[in-house]
């Protein structure tokens, strides 16, 4: 719709944006978009197109822009056609992440630029105010490249090649005397016709609603007609210049400045309190109760009747202003959709009444007629047989109706109840007499076989009476489906008409920062993220894995990284430890192969982007140095359920309603991996609390009770291993002492048994290099066949054997010696950090009771310093949005004021309590219908209250589409209960 169609409808009051509007809002948007890139534009109707910025820090802007009518900056969400116009394309083709270098509205007419790109290279999009509007981009030349309306005018030509006209714009003028005379002049000229408002707005740019402020200032009556007016503004003319004066000060230089809305009162009614509380959802009073939105409070809004809303800024009043317009043209909308749909629902009730109806009419006809045959029985069959015998010997038609014509006239009473032959369809029409209800003599036509006897055709009737009946019967059994399917047509022809159902507008709220990556909270209240891709692993470990925090990866191909935060650097509790596993391995290929896996975990410290010597790492891969702790396998299921931010005056009912108090001891996170451990060896006993951690898990989710190695292998399978190759290596020590008594070694078996030695402390000295990455792959090792000859060390690798050699007894204190030597700048750093340790020992302050890892030396902490550096305004981000946490609940009470919902998939063990929870299995649907369905049954759920309804009904199931995994399958009640019926035999 046009916005002049939206005022017919809506009837409310200013419907476009002055000049000084304008100036406001260009004003406010410059400030706040210049710099910033044109990530997207969408067309919400052919006149409204919506604009969406991204500046830094991910921070989104949205412009609606409507041609003709309006510019603000909006915080709605609108509803987006799926294919975009030919026009959006061409812009976006042109202009999509452009950077924008400027915005201006050009001189005082209605018409605002936007530039992308630099002076040598850049696009314009102009928009004009006026008239019907128009929207242009054009180059930097002004050459126009595409626009919504082309047209020519006497001046110029608005077409695509054309040059845009920008000697036409019209340019402030400051009021003068001579313009004021000349206002006074057309008031002259028309008396009674004019007014002094409308003549000074003819030859001003100020617009109606400033033109009267400064009339009312002067004391002048802005809508007087009559004569005199002009004489009275000549008599005021020194108040009238000052007033003038001062709008034209406002207009040169509008400074940032609040947004009024006028509305109309009610009567016995006050003005509502201004808005301050940025953070409560924006409630929409009746739109036909607005009057005026502006940048200032103009003296007219100073009269009896009206109610001023301030806002802290002019974009925000208008974008409250023509939302609550759009809302009532959709409200309208739907009305007229839904009464559509009643009457269609209605006619096709009335149509199926009207048919039991008609049935029921014609089945006490039958009956009538069947009874009346049999009450005049002799006379029928009087009839049949003279029409029969007269028929017998070959009579003709014509002749046979004559005769019973002059029979009739005669007063012959057989003849008289024959009313119509029908011969060619082998009937007689006959007048039957018989008694109503009201014991009234009434006469009948009856239709009777010829071939037939009296009372066969009064069997005939009945029968017919009594397929009628069944029939009646159907019918009304089958009014329920009926309106189901009337209600169906209904509905889908309102969706190929223009009066389709709309839905409300909704806000745009702040996506946070973990919204990016896959994230859950667990049932204790950590934050888990999960990487999308390769890069999202990267950046999540770069910047985001801190002090404290556990790193989670799959055993298997295609596992996401996945880490737990922990700001608070206490011990993270076993149940966030196994549902942080169990996303790991949901997030893997496990999920499509629904196959039972186990994930592992290790501190922070353990996590290297140093690749080994000679090798490199890619984006997203990452070296594990230490042992690694395994969780117990987990099942491949997950849930999806819905978190309601609260406003913060509530938030405080909702702390700490994720603590779990009975979780089983808890995971130290103080750990640090000892300094024999190799980096590359990934064998070795668990951690006592690791395996404690993990007994109690298995107790605690009824698993098996084995505590899994890194290979697969269970802790008492490892010990009884490693008891019978115990007993296997003595056997041949006492078998060799034996021998060596009674055998003497010659020197050159001496020298081959040496050399066998050293062969095998040199492989022995080799180090597994182990990578982990998104896809967990190992380096494939080409195996030995049995059988086949070692094959002799090449010249690389005699080199690094020797070198191993000669480095095998060097610990990491003389490398870090050497490295320093060498002119390491590592080395440099770690002195300068061991200067600063060695000052605040000297110099000591007291310092929080946060638990901090030791890191195994200061080259260590140096590299881990060097590899993931956090960026400033990274670490205030996560810091002040972990607050959020407290407000996010999924068990909402009734008086809480919710802000908006959000989507969470987790394990299901995350989620027991919530309130719109359901189950998700590996499965064939597709996630956007499902993503559908899940909403249609929150939306719809018994327990849902009128606040929530409202908010799930506004969700975009995209929301639930980009969290959910790939091929699922939504458990329903039945499944969730153990009660799903079994497939009937076909």
């Not at 891709?533 to 002090?547: C, F, S, T």
């Not at 994720?658 to 089983?664: A, D, G, K, W």
């Not at 440099?828 to 901090?852: F, G, I």
Request: glycine share 6%.
């Amino acid at each position: 719709y046009s916005f002049c169609t939206l005022l017919q409808i809506t009837k409310m009051g200013k419907g476009r944006m002055t000049s000084v509007d304008l100036r406001a809002a260009v004003s406010e948007l410059s400030q706040k978009l210049v710099g910033q890139r044109l990530q997207n534009i969408y067309d919400v109707t052919p006149k409204m197109f919506l604009l969406k910025f991204a500046g830094k820090g991910g921070q989104k802007d949205f412009v609606m822009i409507e041609v003709g009518s309006r510019i603000h900056s909006t915080t709605f969400k609108f509803d987006k056609p799926k294919i975009p116009s030919a026009f959006t394309l061409r812009i976006r083709k042109h202009i999509r992440q452009w950077r924008l270098d400027s915005l201006r509205q050009l001189g005082s007419d209605r018409v605002v630029e936007f530039v992308f790109g630099t002076e040598e290279r850049s696009f314009r999009l102009i928009i004009e105010f006026y008239a019907k509007g128009n929207l242009i981009l054009a180059d930097q030349n002004y050459q126009i490249i595409s626009l919504v309306r082309s047209h020519a005018t006497e001046e110029a030509k608005y077409a695509v090649r054309a040059t845009y006209p920008t000697t036409d714009i019209q340019l402030f003028r400051p009021m003068t005397t001579e313009r004021a005379e000349e206002a006074f002049k057309q008031v002259e000229a028309n008396p009674g016709t004019m007014s002094l408002k409308s003549a000074f707005t003819n030859c001003t740019e100020y617009g109606p609603a400033l033109v009267e402020h400064c009339l009312l200032v002067a004391g002048l009556r802005p809508n007087f007609k009559k004569v005199g007016a002009a004489q009275a503004g000549r008599d005021a003319l020194d108040a009238l210049m000052k007033a003038f004066l001062e709008a034209d000060n406002f207009f040169k230089s509008i400074p940032t400045t609040k947004g009024y809305l006028i509305r109309r009162l009610a009567k016995d009614s006050e003005a509502p309190p201004p808005k301050t509380d940025g953070n409560t959802p924006p409630t929409r009073p009746p739109a036909d109760q607005f009057e005026d939105f502006a940048p200032i409070l103009y003296r007219q809004h100073e009269a009896d009747g009206l109610g001023v809303e301030e806002f802290s800024s002019f974009n925000a009043a208008c974008d409250y202003y023509f939302s609550a317009m759009d809302q009532g043209t959709i409200d309208q909308h739907n009305k007229k959709s839904e009464k559509v749909a009643l009457s269609k629902m209605e006619k096709a009730l009335n149509n199926h009444r009207r048919r039991i109806s008609e049935l029921s009419k014609e089945q006490e006809l039958n009956n009538t007629k069947a009874i009346l045959i049999e009450s005049n029985c002799d006379e029928v069959e009087t009839a049949l047989e003279i029409i029969r015998s007269a028929l017998g010997r070959a009579m003709d038609w014509g002749e046979l109706a004559r005769v019973i014509k002059e029979q009739k006239r005669l007063g012959n009473p057989v003849a008289s109840i024959i009313h119509e032959l029908k011969l060619e369809k082998n009937t007689v029409s006959l007048l039957l007499t018989g008694d109503d209800e009201n014991e009234e003599e009434i006469v009948t036509v009856v239709d009777v076989d010829i071939s037939q006897s009296a009372r066969a055709n009064a069997r005939l009737y009945y029968q017919v009476k009594k397929k009628i009946q069944e029939k009646q019967t159907k019918t009304e059994a089958a009014e329920g489906r009926a309106m189901q399917s009337a209600a169906r047509k209904a509905e889908n022809a309102a969706k190929k008409k223009v009066f389709a159902p709309k839905k409300d507008l909704g806000i745009v709220r702040k996506v946070l920062w973990f919204e990016k990556f896959n994230w859950f909270i667990t049932s204790d209240n950590y934050m888990v993220l999960s990487g999308r891709d390769a890069q999202q692993n990267e950046i999540l470990v770069k910047r985001y894995l801190k002090k404290g925090d556990i790193y989670v990866h799959g055993d298997m191909h295609g596992a996401a990284t996945t880490i737990i935060k922990n700001p608070s650097g206490k011990g993270i509790p076993q149940d966030s430890l196994y549902q942080a596993g169990n996303m790991a391995v949901c997030r893997s290929s496990a999920w499509d192969t629904n196959l039972v896996i186990s994930a592992w975990w290790v501190f922070d410290h353990q996590v290297s982007k140093t690749a080994p010597t000679g090798e490199y790492l890619p984006t997203g891969s990452f070296m594990i140095r230490g042992k690694k702790n395994f969780l117990p396998p987990t099942k491949i299921q997950m849930g999806a359920a819905v978190l309601f931010r609260v406003h913060q005056e509530n938030a405080a009912r909702h702390k700490g309603e994720r603590t779990n108090p009975e979780f089983i001891g808890d995971v130290d996170t103080t750990s640090e991996i000892p300094a024999s451990v190799a980096p590359s060896i990934c064998a070795g006993s668990e951690a006592p609390s690791s395996i404690r951690c993990t007994k109690n898990l298995l107790d605690r989710y009824s698993l098996s009770s084995n505590v899994y190695n890194e290979d697969g292998t269970t802790i008492q399978q490892e010990e009884e291993e490693e008891k019978k190759a115990s007993e296997k290596e003595e056997e041949p020590k006492q078998e060799a002492k034996q021998t060596e008594r009674k055998h003497r070694i010659s020197a050159k078996e001496r020298r081959l048994m040496k050399k066998k030695a050293q062969q095998e402390r040199d492989g022995e000295t080799r180090e597994e290099q182990h990578s982990e990455n998104d896809s967990c792959e190992e380096p494939a090792v080409p195996k030995k066949k049995k059988g086949e000859p070692q094959r002799p060390l090449t010249r690389a690798e005699k080199r690094k054997a020797k070198k191993a050699s000669k480095y095998k007894d060097q610990d990491d204190d003389e490398r870090e010696i050497r490295m320093r030597l060498c002119g390491y700048k590592g080395g440099l750093r770690a002195m300068e950090a061991e200067a600063e340790a060695a000052a605040a020992e000297n110099n000591p302050e007291p310092t929080p009771k946060v638990v901090q890892f030791e890191e195994d030396s200061a080259f260590k902490k140096d590299v881990r310093a060097s590899e993931f550096k956090k960026e400033d305004h990274v670490v205030k981000e996560v810091e002040m949005e972990f607050d959020v946490l407290d407000a996010l609940t999924g068990k909402p009470f009734e008086d809480d004021l919710i802000l908006h919902p959000m989507v969470m998939v987790a394990p299901v063990e995350a989620i027991e309590d919530y309130k719109y929870k359901v189950n998700i299995l590996p499965g064939k649907e597709k996630k956007g219908k499902a993503s559908s369905a899940i909403l249609h049954r929150f939306s719809n759920s018994i327990v849902c209250t009128e606040q929530e309804r409202d908010l799930l009904r506004k969700m975009d199931p995209q929301e639930f589409c980009n969290l959910l995994p790939s091929n699922l399958r939504v458990l329903t009640e039945a499944d969730v209960a153990g009660g799903k019926t079994k497939k009937k035999r076909k």
